[in-house]
């Protein structure tokens, strides 16, 4: 029979897993503590742990993490990962270093289902959906490579679902890895730092009353219905409308503020009436808009706006009283724009392997 691997399980799983076969529903807790928060990942180090239950991991689970099969740091110490699966599928992760942070950039699909027009990651379509401890095996597997390799104290503090994939197509796997990045017996992420992307899949994002409350951002990039169709098919089916009304429904606690992920195109959204769309699709109190310069690439017609107009699309929504931050795009020289390394690869531009 092949091994359950340990990290597809959240702590009730887990507790339930060990129940079931006898061991006691805290040597859970405990094993959490080991794995996830002190990142021990050899049982023989496991000191308050039997050798039964020791025993019984090491028949029934599997401990390993996915393999790095390439990284390449960027000259703003951007790092990007192309991480390996069992099947030789790869998702890349990217570590992005700010001054009082480390965030991770992790994909829940290989490739992605929505076929946005302006995305690398799109025109691959769906590989498949990662599995939960795919997904967690990417934090553990990016975090620990840098301990070795570069400081044993190496921690991410926020995690950003902005990788390949639409992390609400894969909802389920995406909600049990989430839960296993907050519990504080492990990982201990708190909840305003991590942040789910989703370009709008409307039933989930109602089904969002029954996912942990993290950070929620709309890939938006159009404030009106044919250019949003244009960049984003999805928008056939899920408009403006229903996208709105969607948000509207879901709690409002939780998601104080809802950022609206905006990628700027020379002449196709970059205009006053854009403006306007944005104004008046927005509630000004519960909103901010995260701007991103379109990221060239050869294969795309689409350009990015000059600096001039990028900055004056900004002032007009910061003096209509919109909270409104740029994106630098980082880690250019490695292709470190989401989506875009993979695909570099596949088309064997890249030879990574090497
Ligand atoms: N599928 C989800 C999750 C992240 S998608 C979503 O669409 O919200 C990957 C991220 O990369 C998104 O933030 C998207 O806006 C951004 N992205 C994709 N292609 C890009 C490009 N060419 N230039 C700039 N950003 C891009
Ligand atoms: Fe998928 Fe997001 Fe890329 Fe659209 S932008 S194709 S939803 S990964």
């Known amino acids: ?151 044993t104290k190496i921690q991410y503090t926020n995690m950003v679902y902005m990788g390949q994939g639409e992390p609400l197509h894969n909802y389920e796997n995406v909600k049990s890895a989430t839960e296993i990045f907050l519990n504080d017996l492990g990982l201990g992420f708190g909840q305003r730092r991590i942040t789910l992307s989703t370009s709008g899949l409307v039933p989930q994002i109602i089904k969002l009353a029954n996912f942990p409350p993290v950070n929620l951002a709309i890939s938006l990039h159009a404030a009106h219905d044919d250019v949003r169709t244009e960049l984003m098919p999805i928008n056939k089916v899920y408009d403006l409308k229903r996208l709105f009304e969607a948000l509207k429904s879901i709690p409002l606690k939780a998601y104080r503020r809802i950022t609206y992920e905006y990628i700027l195109i020379r002449d196709l959204n970059d205009q006053m009436k854009d403006i306007q769309g944005l104004l008046s699709l927005l509630d000004k109190r519960k909103s901010k808009i995260n701007l991103i310069p379109f990221n060239e690439y050869p294969e795309s017609h689409f350009k990015k706006p000059s600096d001039k107009q990028i900055m004056w699309f900004q002032k007009q929504l910061l003096d209509n009283d919109i909270v409104c931050t740029i994106r630098t795009t980082k880690g250019a020289d490695i292709l470190a724009a989401c989506g875009q390394l993979k695909s570099e690869q596949e088309k064997g531009k890249l030879n990574l392997w090497e």
Not at 115 to 128: A, N, V
Request: charged fraction near 25%.
């Open 1 to 151: 029979m092949e091994k359950i691997s340990f990290y597809s399980l959240n702590l009730d799983d887990l507790r339930e897993l060990f129940v079931q076969n006898g061991f006691k529903a805290f040597s859970a807790n405990q094993l959490f503590g080991w794995v996830y928060k002190r990142r021990v990942y050899n049982p023989e180090l496991w000191t308050n742990i039997s050798k039964t239950l020791k025993e019984f991991i090491s028949e029934k689970m599997d401990l390993s993490l996915p393999k790095i099969v390439w990284q390449g740091e960027s000259k703003d110490g951007t790092r990007k990962f192309l991480v390996g699966m069992k099947d030789g599928q790869s998702v890349e992760a990217v570590a992005i270093p700010a001054k009082d942070r480390l965030t991770l950039c992790l994909s829940s699909q290989v490739g992605c289902a929505i076929g946005c027009t302006f995305c690398h990651t799109g025109t691959m379509g769906l590989k498949r959906h990662l599995s939960t401890d795919e997904i967690v095996g990417q934090l553990l597997a990016t975090e620990k490579w840098m301990r070795d390799n570069i400081d």
